[in-house]
């Protein structure tokens, strides 16, 4: 029952394949920081591909046929891919989903403010972190300012080599007594994570000098007042790019594995597919699963349903039954990251039932919390037509669940795409150090996830 190391499975050839799907995956990461930079880089690669965006097909009056490419944008923040197959997509739809937002600190609306001769912003965390892994290192701003006027600024500050960075201080070891005896939970606090901004007072200025100066430098560069933070979305984020991780190149580390690893994958497998598919493929990239996927960009949002309603509308006459049946004969791979066996902490794992760095892609039949609380659990019998495909398309893959039985646990959007009634299962590459501002995984499932999520949509 032990899944091999897929790294001795490898030819030259795939070793070559390996390095240029880990190239490419870098760049994604590098370019698609946040949600919304994700989707851009996403539109990009598809649009080389031939895909083109279903709005314009349905304001243009176009039908759809078998083999046509599209995209479906929400709100700049979600995406979906559909390639659309010769069976007719009541069949169902051959679903790869993940979620492209990371866990982060978001700037709050009313930020700006200066204390002893510093300028700070006030921000509130996004996700499930450890607030002490994010002080003292270099951060990055990136996100958008929306002003009344309808202009929408693109912000990206601490990225190239020539930009300053920010940061967020820490008490120093040597006052640090009372600190170094809290829980860890508390060592830092929610309120206490102000990004430092500035320093340096403006001339001639009596009030708040320091932040006077900051504001002149944002409006300079972007064209920004201060009132524009009410409408403005900016993320706090490590600044800096991925890199090679291991004297052996083996790994890569880099901000925003989950769940970036597993959104790449899927749009490379599908964008890889050539000619026209037997069943239509889809690629979903959601939205604020890290806080429950809600709001209208989260999948508990009715999007990906729309969008499959859409195009029943421009194949053949709508009914809502069609509807029905096509979204409750999907087959679905919801795709997330895996925790890393961690031999530094084997304590909450259970070995036997544990994903491991380089043996390749990762299905967890359920996910959840205790007794499997908030978790789709997979049938045995589509369980068992993965392994077949998985198989059948020498997939180096494993099995998994998050760490011990009542020592924690973890959802994805899995349980939402199964009130549909379609067959869903959890899967996707173990990472380690989740959640904190630099994650690292193995190249080899990176690679074996691309592998996977085609094999699925071409043979689910």
């Not at 559909?82 to 700037?107: A, M, Q, Y």
Request: hydrophobic residues 40%.
């Amino acid at each position: 029952m032990e899944r091999k190391n897929a790294w001795k499975t490898y030819t030259e050839c795939d070793l070559a394949k390996l390095e240029d799907i880990s190239s490419r995956y870098r760049s994604y990461i590098d370019n698609g920081k946040t949600e919304r930079e994700c989707v851009t880089e996403t539109i990009e690669l598809a649009e080389k591909a031939g895909f083109v965006n279903l709005e314009d097909v349905i304001k243009a009056g176009r039908t759809v046929k078998e083999g046509d490419k599209l995209y479906s944008n929400c709100m700049g923040k979600a995406i979906m891919l559909f390639t659309i197959g010769k069976k007719p997509i009541t069949d169902g739809i051959n679903i790869v989903g993940s979620h492209i937002d990371s866990p982060r600190i978001d700037l709050k609306q009313n930020p700006l403010y200066e204390d002893s001769d510093l300028a700070y912003l006030d921000t509130h965390y996004y996700g499930g972190i450890k607030k002490y892994q994010w002080v003292t290192i270099p951060l990055a701003m990136h996100g958008v300012v929306a002003k009344k006027d309808g202009t929408v600024i693109d912000v990206v500050i601490g990225e190239d080599e020539s930009d300053p960075v920010v940061g967020i201080s820490d008490l120093l070891i040597h006052l640090s007594a009372d600190q170094l005896g809290k829980k860890a939970s508390v060592v830092i606090e929610g309120e206490e994570l102000n990004v430092i901004v500035g320093g340096k007072p403006l001339a001639d200025t009596e009030k708040d000098p320091v932040k006077a100066n900051v504001m002149k430098i944002l409006n300079e560069k972007y064209g920004i007042e201060e009132e524009d933070f009410l409408s403005a979305e900016i993320e706090v984020v490590p600044a800096g790019r991925s890199r090679d991780f291991g004297l052996d190149r083996s790994m890569i580390i880099g901000y925003g594995h989950d769940d970036r690893v597993c959104s790449f994958a899927a749009v490379e497998a599908l964008l890889s597919i050539e000619g026209t598919p037997e069943t239509t493929c889809c690629c979903v990239l959601a939205d604020k699963e890290e806080v429950g996927s809600v709001g209208a960009t989260g999948m508990q949002a009715r999007y990906f349903e729309n969008a499959v309603a859409e195009i029943i509308a421009l194949m053949q006459p709508y009914s809502d039954i069609a509807l029905r049946r096509a979204l409750k004969n999907c087959r679905m791979l919801s795709c997330d990251v895996s925790a890393g066996y961690d031999p530094n902490f084997a304590g909450v794992f259970e070995r036997k039932n544990s994903a491991y760095l380089g043996r390749g892609v990762c299905f967890n039949k359920y996910t959840g919390s205790r007794g499997k609380s908030g978790s789709n659990d997979a049938n045995a019998e589509y369980i068992a037509k993965l392994r077949r495909i998985m198989d059948d398309s020498s997939v180096n893959f494993q099995t998994a669940e998050l760490g011990k039985v009542d020592q924690g646990g973890g959802g994805t959007i899995a349980y939402i795409c199964a009130l549909y009634g379609m067959e869903v299962i959890d899967s996707g590459v173990a990472v380690l150090s989740m959640h904190a501002p630099w994650e690292i995984i193995s190249k080899a499932d990176l690679y074996e996830a691309v592998k996977a999520y085609l094999a699925f949509m071409l043979n689910a």
